[in-house]
């Protein structure tokens, strides 16, 4: 599969990648939730060619995560600010930056830390269970396909195909899924 059609894939990293993997596209966002919103301050803030930052900034407004907003009239002129489908990505960057401070931080500690305005302290992000509260922990968390991949798997069996490995899934199911619509019975089961 070619990293231009990685959206195909049944898989929401994959889907989310096709709109963030690329390497300036998440600084671009780090630095919108610092308040830059004008183009000449993205391109200063990080360095990026002008065409580069051109094309990634109009990937984010394709895509929804950010929109385009007039400022100046004479001569016409925008700022880009995150949508609410863009501000959903701040516990991925949270997340993603807590991972560097973590390992990789050169023993100089987090460049940059976050303080809680409701207690008044620093802190770091936690991935916890929205049900019981705890924390997930990659050993006691377990992935099962969803709805789609049911019923991919489902039809492979039925018409006697090998199945790919659990792996594979997302990639294997990419045709499958364009032509599939999920019933509501399935999607609760």
């Not at 195909?8 to 994959?14: E, F, H, L, R, W």
């Not at 991919?152 to 899924?177: I, K």
């Amino acid at each position: 599969m070619k990293w231009e059609n990685i959206d195909t894939q049944v898989c929401s990293v994959a889907r989310a990648l096709a709109i963030v993997g690329e390497r300036w596209t998440l600084l671009i966002i780090r630095d919108a939730f610092k308040g830059t919103r004008r183009f000449d301050d993205f391109y200063k803030n990080l360095g990026v060619t002008r065409h580069r930052l051109a094309e990634r900034l109009g990937g984010l407004v394709d895509a929804g995560v950010m929109t385009r907003v007039p400022y100046c009239d004479r001569p016409l002129r925008h700022e880009y600010r995150l949508t609410r489908m863009g501000l959903g990505l701040y516990p991925v960057l949270m997340t993603l930056g807590d991972w560097g401070d973590r390992w990789l931080d050169n023993g100089q500690g987090p460049p940059t830390e976050y303080w809680h305005a409701r207690c008044g302290k620093i802190t770091a992000p936690v991935l916890s269970c929205r049900e019981c509260g705890d924390p997930l922990r990659p050993e006691e968390v377990s992935a099962r396909p969803g709805a789609v991949l049911k019923a991919f798997s489902r039809s492979l069996q039925e018409q006697g195909c090998e199945m790919p490995p659990e792996a594979a899934l997302p990639a294997a199911a990419a045709d499958f899924a364009r032509q599939w619509d999920v019933p509501d019975s399935e999607v609760n089961s």
